[in-house]
């Protein structure tokens, strides 16, 4: 019993065209596909965390301090300049979102490999890819 996110997963267009373009290549090349695959999750990984905090912690921490120090002066600019506290927001909002999709995709590649890597037989890992951060 269970749920099986694999059967959807091999049967998505993407994951059957990287099956197609990845059919003819050695054990070898591919292994180096997988490995720099891995490598990019990994520094999304890596970035993602760098944005979040510099997207989202520094611009509250900023703001909370605001609204300490001058509480009503910060509401009375915000009142003032709406589209520009909004423009703010969505931009503090958006650049996270933006790098979380791409961390996403990178990880979905990753499993796209490991499937392709499953379904050949081979091994499951090469060294560089079971290193940890």
């Known amino acids: 019993m269970g749920v099986d996110f694999i059967s959807g997963f091999r049967r998505n267009r993407s994951t059957g065209q990287a099956f197609e373009l990845l ?28 944005v979040i905090i510099a ?21 009375s600019f915000v009142r003032e300049n709406w589209e ?4 703010f927001g969505v931009a503090v909002t958006f650049g996270p979102l933006a790098y979380y999709l791409s961390h996403w995709r990178s990880r979905q590649i990753v499993s796209v490999l490991d499937l392709i890597r499953i379904e050949r ?6 060294a560089l890819e079971l290193r940890s951060e």
Not at 34 to 40: D, H, M, Q, V, W
Not at 121 to 126: E, F, I, K, R, V
């Open 23 to 50: 059919a003819g290549v050695d054990d070898r090349t591919f292994d180096a596909v997988s490995a720099l695959a891995n490598l990019n999750a990994r520094r999304q990984d890596q970035m993602l965390r760098a």
């Open 55 to 75: 997207y989202l912690t520094i611009p509250v921490s900023i703001i909370a301090i605001l609204a300490e120090v001058a509480g009503d002066s910060l509401l």
């Open 84 to 87: 520009t506290s909004i423009q």
């Open 121 to 126: 037989g081979q091994s499951p890992y090469t």
